[in-house]
């Protein structure tokens, strides 16, 4: 089969093949070495039936993107094709930016997540977070925000280290390396018996002085950012929500103004309020999980350009895992959804994050059709993810969009997205830095 410029059309296995030089498609399995990430030798067109521009919604028809070493060169629906350049035509497909989850948890996997800690080492937890790294990357995530390692301290470090370096397939990570709690806090290990002095699942620190030496202590393990637990546990009485903070307003600014220092952040696990005040006051970057946001608070966050991260499909999760997970969940997320559709009215802005762990990792693009199913347009949950996840991220301008000069991070989806959402639940193609990492036509 030819291209209209002459160029052949190469199959799946052989583009596979020539560009990448797999010795492995991405299995750890077997003698083989690990997957070499290495981007193209020579130009790449990518053709679709569409894409999608995300920033202004327009759908172009046809769709073609040339792709030079790891960035994208050129953009339109017919490119001037290079010399020597390999075409890929996907068929009925639309092109957009990789996905972005800004809330996952790579050392979590489905199961009691506080057993993992005391029964599960951090090499073998190591292990698993490289194979969920890579199921992530084969369902179109390119990048992504791991908010906490749940007691493997900077284990994560290794793991972004290895993918930066070309060792193992998964997406561009930013990490935190253990969260942040206080004693008797969210994740401590409170369930069992004290006098085993079963470990917490976050790293203890009660007083600006153990918030600082934490945060520097994590920094020099490779972190890019703070995770901290501001809210928890929580409980609904009389059908609102109910979650005590965790950190004053003055503890959670020495902490954002510590870890500004080194140019990172501060993320918060928070639900409710007044937690959720002290951290839209103190200037975090996000505010995760976000089910009770007060009028004060999203004042703030909106003139701060502070998202919310909903992680409904983590609730969603677990109000389907059991009968007392449905009467646990059900009523904290009819509130969530509730309270969503005013701060939609409220005009905060949004990022995409799942909290995939405790659910299957590759799983995770539930995440954007419930957004739309509680709310939000889809061109509106496509700009959070995209556009909102790549500054949330750090990586504004370099990822989130096709555009010349952005990272080649591109997937295709069947149909268009702005009619069926869901399309980002059926990946076809993944490409991360100019490496193609799943084709149409792989068996995987």
């Known amino acids: 089969m030819a291209s209209a410029c002459g160029k052949p059309i190469v199959s799946a296995f052989e583009q596979v093949k020539y560009v990448v030089g797999w010795t492995l498609a991405l299995t750890l399995a077997g003698n083989s070495p690990l997957f070499a990430q290495q981007a193209a030798p020579h130009p790449i067109v990518l053709h679709a039936a569409h894409l999608l521009e995300i920033d202004t919604g327009r759908l172009i028809t046809p769709g073609e993107i040339v792709v030079i070493g790891d960035h994208i060169t050129a953009v339109g629906a017919a490119v001037s094709r290079p010399p020597g350049a390999q075409v890929v035509d996907l068929g009925d497909t639309t092109l957009l930016p990789g996905l972005i989850d800004a809330h996952v948890h ?23 977070a490289i194979l969920a790294a890579r199921d992530d990357l084969m369902a179109g995530f390119t990048a992504e925000r791991d908010m906490g390692t749940e007691g493997a301290g900077s284990a994560d470090t290794a793991v972004r280290d290895a993918i930066n370096k070309g060792l193992i397939a998964g997406p561009r990570l930013r990490i935190s390396g253990n969260a942040i709690d206080i004693l008797g806090g969210h994740e401590d290990a409170k369930r069992f018996n004290p006098a085993q002095q079963v470990l917490s699942n976050a790293t203890y620190a009660n007083s600006v002085d153990e918030i600082v030496t934490a945060i520097r202590q994590q920094h020099k393990e490779g972190s890019d950012f703070v995770k901290m637990y501001e809210t928890g546990a929580d409980s609904m009485r009389d059908g609102v ?113 799942s909290d995939v762990g405790p659910f299957p990792h590759g799983t995770q693009a539930r995440e954007l059709e419930l957004m739309v199913k509680y709310g939000m347009k889809p061109l509106a949950v496509l700009q959070s993810d995209m556009i909102n996840g790549a500054r949330l991220l750090g990586w504004a301008g370099q990822i989130g969009e096709l555009k010349p000069g952005y990272f080649a991070d591109i997937i295709a989806v069947p149909g268009s997205p702005l009619e069926d959402i869901t399309a980002v639940e059926r990946v076809a193609f993944v490409m991360k830095g100019g490496v193609i990492a799943r084709l149409p036509a792989d068996p995987r």
């Open 241 to 353: 929500p109910h979650t005590p903070y965790q950190y004053t307003l003055a503890q959670l600014k020495a902490a954002v103004e510590e870890t500004a220092r080194f140019g990172g952040n501060v993320a918060v696990h928070a639900t409710g309020e007044p937690g959720c005040l002290y951290a839209a006051q103190a200037g975090v970057a996000s505010i995760d999980h976000a089910t009770q946001l007060s009028d004060e608070t999203m004042r703030i966050m909106k003139a701060k350009n502070i998202p919310a991260v909903p992680t409904f499909a983590i609730f969603e999760y677990f109000m389907n895992a059991s009968e007392a997970g449905a009467k646990r969940e059900r009523p904290m997320l009819e509130y969530k959804v509730k309270e969503f559709k005013k701060q939609i009215a409220a005009g905060i802005p949004f990022a995409v994050g």
């Open 106 to 128: 790579l050392f979590l996997h489905p199961g009691a997540e506080d057993l993992q800690t005391v029964e599960e080492s951090v090499p073998q937890r190591t292990v698993l």
